[in-house]
């Protein structure tokens, strides 16, 4: 199997959580706005904004490892 194969098919919790979160973002952001620049900014704010609850629960999980 070659390198790119086994990339595609190792998704563990994270990775899926970061595609969905990219893929809501992205969304929103071009419904929200009518220019692509400013529909990539505000897909990137998004992307933050709805990230850092998570990156937060992560943090907090593995603190009393």
Do not use: C, K
């Amino acid at each position: 199997m070659s390198t790119m194969q086994s990339a595609l098919l190792n998704w563990n919790l994270r990775r899926v959580t970061r595609v969905v979160v990219s893929s809501i973002a992205v969304f929103l952001a071009f419904r929200l706005t009518d220019g692509f620049l400013l529909g990539l900014g505000v897909a990137v704010a998004l992307a933050i904004v709805i990230d850092v609850p998570w990156w937060l629960r992560n943090r907090y999980v593995t603190r009393d490892e």
